[in-house]
């Protein structure tokens, strides 16, 4: 109430003023405004970084035995509190009403998230389009550091990536960054944004067990992307 008892006694004094006073007058009040957009900016993403990590530790179970139970099946979409500083833009939607993210200007971009990987989990990417798919396809993925293999299947402008998460214990968050060769600009438009892939959902799902090359070792391809095919890029 106090705010708007000060806007209001401000906005008076404004309109009593005349000419070159009255001009300077609503640059002042342009500039208080625009500062107070700023404040208001830095506290709602704070805010939502709160909101977010809050989010995710509520997912989390103890048992009786006060042992941590991490959730087996995760989903994010583009409506969720994705960060720029994480590497997205704001929501969008399609032509169909189908919401995305465009990703930069960074060519990375992550997700921190928890997820039970003790006997694995598969992880799910679908992107609706690229700016240039030729130049941008070959997509890598590292996980909590380690560089992991992704299969690729071409999918209308867009792909699906799909991967295997390697198995770990304990109840720390898995970190994921995607990394695109290239982030470009439209051709032949008003829009200067750098943009990556337009990100529509990214799905983690826990194993029962572990995957058959787990356990043998014997794949010997780890970090590479494929195709639909099974072949390296």
Not at 222 to 228: A, L, R
């Amino acid at each position: 109430m106090s705010d708007m008892k000060d806007f209001d006694t401000r906005l008076q004094s404004l309109l009593d003023k005349r000419g070159q006073d009255f001009i300077e007058g609503i640059v002042a009040e342009f500039g208080r405004l625009a500062h107070e957009i700023v404040t208001l900016r830095r506290e709602l993403a704070a805010l939502t970084d709160y909101q977010a990590s809050r989010d995710r530790w509520l997912a989390i179970e103890r048992t009786a035995e006060g042992i941590v139970r991490l959730p087996r099946f995760v989903n994010i979409g583009p409506d969720q509190a994705l960060q720029a500083q994480d590497g997205f833009y704001q929501t969008e939607w399609t032509s169909a009403g189908l919401p995305f993210r465009w990703t930069g200007p960074s060519p990375q971009f992550s997700f921190d998230l928890f997820v039970d990987r003790t006997h694995s989990a598969e992880l799910r990417l679908n992107a609706l389009s690229f700016i240039d798919f030729e130049v941008q396809k070959h997509v890598m993925l590292l996980v909590d550091g380690e560089r992991v293999a992704l299969t690729a299947e071409p999918s209308g402008e867009g792909l699906t990536l799909t991967g295997t998460l390697p198995s770990r214990q304990g109840c720390e968050a898995t970190n994921l960054v995607f990394l695109v060769p290239a982030t470009l600009k439209p051709p032949a438009s008003e829009d200067n944004r750098s943009l990556g892939l337009a990100f529509a959902s990214l799905t983690v799902v826990a194993l029962d067990e572990k995957p058959a090359q787990d356990r043998s070792g014997e794949d010997g391809r780890s970090g590479e992307i494929f195709n639909g095919d099974g072949a390296a890029f």
